[in-house]
């Protein structure tokens, strides 16, 4: 059974058995607006929780996606070289970044779930 | 005796510059303080400045008037004497064609315009700089170019950063050929060692182990005129996970097979040889070109095509995220200003003359190289190389006794060593030339035979599998503008296209868009200035030396520093410089583990970017509520890392546009903590004779030469970004190998010893034109003109910051957050809006996001500024009637800005308001209009469709079905 959580940082990562799928969530996409480019991690790169793991790009700004939890990229979404406004469009869904084969699924216990996120959301404004 | 009679003294008045440079008159002046509630310009200055900097202008001389500052530069110019130079290295003498000349290099239309950040307001010079990255990738065989580097010594140490970044080696170590020419190896060596990379020099086909490496790089042709074929070295290193990068002539490419068609991952080369003058070193513009596979880690600026609200095809500045503006200590560089202008005339240069005539060139030039060899050998004169496009090397018994005969035949031979010399041809060899030539290596009056004799039997010596087979330069637009009327033409419309200051003000806030006055321009293009090289023996640049000088104590005197560096050729290259300086004086202290660089969040982007390059780890300084440096971040800061602090970045007045008051404390805390002051200059427009940073606390700064002292925007470059130094750090400046002194300094940093000498005149001008008083009086003007700007527009957009007294220094910032909320309008939007006004918008978003940061200079009158207050003043209103209601959110004057023609002579007009108020908002603009020539560009879909080259003509054709 997949969990999805949150990060302080904007980022889901939904975890089934030792796969996790990692992207930013419809807050950031928007925030962000219109992506023209994601830097996504090499298959086989060993992230560590917290770290660096991406970059996605809208014309104006360039912003840090973080690892939200520590493992070894399996997979990046190979559909957002050619149309990165996927991320626009689902960002939780099709606008997935990468998989991880996680360590410790464990580490999403420290996450938020959906309904703390939409608190700290509303908190923000 | 008439009463109003003057006395002659009075008439003689040799200070009529000034008012020729600055835009107020009296009458203005003292109206403008009234508004400001003040009486005179020392009073502004007494409130505006904090008390703890002032200090009595130490540079008092008197300006003196055009005509004689022009005899002046004519008395310099005449102490240069023009050789023919044939040193090569990289520079080679061209012909600039006339009509490029006189229509671009000397036409304020081109040479006042701004980096093309407002892309509507900037097609003209964006298609030319298209042009150029066209020109590039075709002749060197890549995918893709940017629009230019500062030079090419320094764009190959870019290309090396370059290939450590995308590399998956595992090493530090990166392969130098000694076919580079010296000046690049020098350079690459200097940014190297900050970045802990290891250099190896060699050999490339004897000392290259291509798995020991992360990138390699070689010269095409080589320094001593080689052609080799390189392709399996390039294979070699490919094998191996290396990266291969090839400094290329751009003239011989026209004849020889390309580097992209061999592998290359990355070209780089000078374009001065395209209708730049030599300048003694400068202004040149370097290409950079690579695969597309790698451009988003390419540095520098890239114009790229998108389209406008229209569909039609528009230009624009794209993947500005790799940029330092943006991506800031992750930026792939920190260059901001580059070489627009050279590259501008570098692609036009290839406009005009097209394939044809480029191959015709080349091919002349590699011809008379041939003759000249054959008969050199006929004289029994040795020639080194097997092959060569436009370089021999000459073996001789008794070098000396050879450049003697040359001097005195007034012909500048390479100086190899003491029995090999080096000659280039070039564009502009003669007949004479060669045979004249044959006569110095012979040592007689008559070699014995002619060119003519040579010519049917001269054969090339460059491989046939090394011949280019490829055709280049094959876009329509290198084939349309071949007549003088057609390329005339062709000019005007790209300049008209453009705002540049000849047309109105462009107020961007630190960027300083002074006047570029006529007289200051004039010498740079007399020919002795313009026609040396940067390697002539220094007795013929006697002119230069004393123009180098006399610039150099100016600067000085100014500034309250003890030396000055005129070699970086950015304000970017000037950072570097200057940290690379900090890191070699703490060494030489003892201090190796130095390495931290305290930088504001407000800072300039290239100040993080040339912190990392110059090996600094970057610690962000928090700003406080009033956008000032917080002191109590800064001394927790310094204090956590006193054992390892390097330096604090400082910009004042602040980059908010602020005299901060805490300024002495803060360079006095940075040196109680055993850290250097680097101060950047990008605002002494606020200081020059009013206070001096070598005085009160600084110990290296860097000034913008094309901001502060009238050397013109060019749209993108030339700048020239000179570091003052206090004592201490003296013995740490810059150095270059043809200069006594190279051991003990921080290496070279350009390819030149003084870098863009060939516009330095620029600014030796004008401060010899406005003299200390003059200098004074500009920067009194300057304050004057932003708080009166300030003062009006404060009822309408609030003023972020100030300082002293309510006042802000040179330059000011208005917030338009609150207009987001109210109205859903954008700084884009007014930007925009205001292109219908006339005008190049302020600076957005920079230091503060959704603000616009306003610096009129102090060569702006009265009547312009007010015609600018009134546009922002009407833009205000505009923006009244979206938050009443009268204009959705989504249809009004501001978000369907600019107008253009065809959305006026449109058939159907559904718009909430009238074709007069979308064109002509104000009455004013009926007698002189600036037309747009594209809507708003789409700059997403710019980004996400990456075009970098001249696209195909039907592009346009659909546009405009």
Redesign the interface.
Known sequence: MATQRYTKEHEWVRVDGDTATVGITDYAQEQL??I??V?LPDQGAALEKGAEAAVV??????NEVYAPMSGEVTEANPALADD??KVNGDAEGEGWFFRLKVSDPGEADDLMDGDAYKEYLAGLD | MAKDRRPLSELEQSTDFVRRHIGPGEADIAAMLGVLGMKTLDELVEKAVPPAILAQPAYAEEGRDEARVLADARALAARNTVFKSMIGMGYYDCLTPPVILRNVFENPGWYTAYTPYQPEISQGRLEALLAFQTMVTDLTGMEIANASLLDEASAAAEAMAMCRRISKSGSNAFFVSRDCHPQTMDVVRTRAEPLGIEIVEGNHETDLDPAAVFGVLLQYPATGGEVVDLAATVEAAHQAGALVAVAADLLALALLTPPGEWGADIVVGNSQRFGVPLGFGGPHAAFFATRDEHK?QMPGRIVGVSVDKRGRPALRLAL??REQH??RD?ATSNICTAQVLLAVMAGLYAVYHGQPRIRAIAERVHRVATILADGLRRLDVTVANATWFDTLTVEVGDAAAVHGRAREAGVNLREVDGSTIGISLDETTTRADVENLWRIFAGADEAGFSVDDLDAEAASPVPDGLRRTTEFLTHPVFRRYHSETEMLRYLRRLQEKDVALDRSMIPLGSCTMKLNATTEMLPVTWPEFAALHPFAPLDQAAGYMRLIRGLEDMLCRITGFAAVSLQPNAGSQGEFAGLLAIRRYHRSQGSTDRHVCLIPSSAHGTNPASAILAGLEVVVVACDEGGNIDIADLVAKAEAHSDTLAALMVTYPSTHGVFEEAIVEICEIVHRHGGQVYFDGANLNAMVGVARPGEFGADVAHLNLHKTFSIPHGGGGPGIGPIGVARHLAPFLPTHRNLPGAEDGIGAVAGAPWGSAGVLAISWAYIALMGGDGLKRATEIAILNANYIAKRLAPHYPVLYTGPGGLVAHECIIDLRALEKSAGVTVDDVAKRLMDYGFHAPTM?WPVAGTLMIEPTESESRQELDRFCEAMIAIRREIGQIEDGEFGREDNPLVNAPHTLDDLIAEEWTRPYGRGVAAFPVKSLRDEKYWPPVNRID??Y???NLVCACPPLDAYEEAAE
Do not use: L, M, N
């Not at chain 1, 790009?57 to 360039?62: F, I, L």
């Open positions: 607006g219109d023209v480019y830097d790009e809208s014309v104006k700004a360039a990165p406004a | 988003r500005q995220t943006i991506r992750k978003s700059q997403v710019g980004d996400r």
